[in-house]
C-alpha cells in the first residue's frame, strides 16, 4: 500500500527567506509524485508534478521538488518565499493506476 | 471552461437527515473523486469512478453513497448524516495523472 508523510505540519518563514517543506512516501510499485497548493477556502491547485525522466521539476512561481528514489523523499524547495506563497501545501502519490493518495498537509506561513 | 463544479458550497445538517452533494465536470474526463478534508489530516478518498456507470470504494466509504450515470455527474448522497461527516468535501476528475478540484463544499451537521 502507499503512503505519504509530510514531516512538517507548519513552517513559519519570513519573507525572502529561503524554504523547504518535505516530503517522504511509500510505494511496492512505480510512482508519480506531486505537489498541490491549497490557497484559503479554495479547492488544490497542482503546483509541479514528477512522472518519469528528470528528477528536479520545477514550478512557474519558483517552487522546485526533487525526486530521490534512495530515500523515498520529494522535497519541495523555494530559495526566496512571498507573502503571497502563505497556504497549505500537499504532497501527493499516485501508482500507474489512478488513485492518489495526499499527506496530512504542510501549512506554510511567510512573515513579513 | 468551468471544469469541477459543486454545489452547495455550504450547508447545515441536522443529525439522521440526507442530502446530496451535487457535482459535474465539463472536461469530458472519465475519472472522478470525492474527496473529505479533515483538519490535520489530508484528503482521504471517499468513493471515485473510472466512467459511467462504475463506481468504487475508496479509504473512508462508510455513510456515503454515489452514482455515475453520465460522464459529466458524479453525486455524493450522505443518508443519515452524522457529527462524523462534519466535513469540507472536495470532488475532482482527472486528465492521465494530473487531479481537478472543486472549490469545495463545507458541510457541518450538528
Known amino acids: 500500500a502507499q503512503s505519504v508523510t509530510q514531516l512538517d505540519s507548519q513552517v513559519p518563514v519570513f519573507e525572502e527567506a529561503p524554504v523547504e517543506l518535505r516530503c517522504n512516501y511509500s510505494s511496492s510499485v512505480s510512482v508519480y509524485l506531486f505537489w498541490y497548493v491549497q490557497y484559503p477556502n479554495q479547492g488544490l491547485q497542482l503546483l509541479l508534478k514528477?512522472?518519469?525522466?528528470?528528477?528536479l521539476v520545477e514550478s512557474i512561481n519558483g517552487f522546485e521538488a526533487e525526486f530521490n528514489k534512495s530515500q523515498t523523499s520529494f522535497h519541495l524547495r523555494k530559495p526566496s518565499v512571498h507573502i503571497s506563497d502563505t497556504a497549505e501545501y500537499f504532497c501527493a502519490v499516485s501508482d500507474e493506476g489512478f488513485k492518489t493518495i495526499f499527506g496530512a498537509g504542510t501549512r506554510l506561513f511567510v512573515k513579513a | 471552461n468551468a471544469g469541477v463544479t459543486q454545489t452547495p458550497k455550504f450547508r447545515i445538517l441536522k443529525i439522521g437527515q440526507s442530502m446530496t452533494l451535487q457535482c459535474t465536470q465539463d472536461m469530458n474526463h472519465n475519472y472522478m473523486y470525492w474527496y473529505r478534508q479533515d483538519p490535520g489530516m489530508g484528503l482521504k478518498l471517499i468513493y471515485y469512478s473510472v466512467g459511467a456507470g462504475i463506481t468504487d470504494k475508496g479509504e473512508v466509504p462508510n455513510g456515503y453513497n454515489v452514482s455515475r450515470s453520465t460522464t459529466e455527474d458524479f453525486p455524493l448522497r450522505l443518508e443519515l448524516a452524522a457529527p462524523s461527516q462534519t466535513s469540507v468535501y472536495f470532488c475532482?476528475?482527472?486528465?492521465?495523472?494530473?487531479?481537478?478540484f472543486g472549490e469545495g463544499s463545507w458541510l457541518t451537521v450538528v
Open positions: 514528477y512522472l518519469s525522466g528528470s528528477t
Open positions: 475532482a476528475s482527472t486528465l492521465g495523472n494530473t487531479i481537478y
